[in-house]
């Protein structure tokens, strides 16, 4: 089992920025790809950004590409997401997601992932 914790959410205005922070425990982290993924209310869990243990590649969803950088620590056990340029629709609750190492066809398919956060709230004001 893994367990993920997110911090770091909260109220920011447009063109701000925000690190978010998910701490992993229970397992070894190794071996995992790590992911964020993000819920507006009304709207489905859509993927945000994730980091692929393999190579440790980078893989991002067009509307946040340019702005967010995932990165992960693998001596903390944590992973984080750097957010800038925020946007009015980058309000959503962010959870941290993470799975055995996968195949990359599905690293944007939240099915395909074991473990999630509890979610951190990021609220983006006009």
Known sequence: QVQLVESGGGLVQTGGSL????AASGRSFGGYDMGWFRQ???RER???AAHRWRGGNTYYADSVKDRFV???DN???TVYLQMNSLK???TAVYYCAARSEGILSTIFSSTSWQYWGQGTQVTVSS
């Open 19 to 22: 690190r978010l922070s998910c």
């Open 40 to 42: 507006a209310p009304g």
């Open 46 to 48: 859509e993927p945000v």
């Open 70 to 72: 995932i990165s992960r």
């Open 75 to 77: 001596a903390k056990n």
């Open 88 to 90: 009015p629709e980058d």
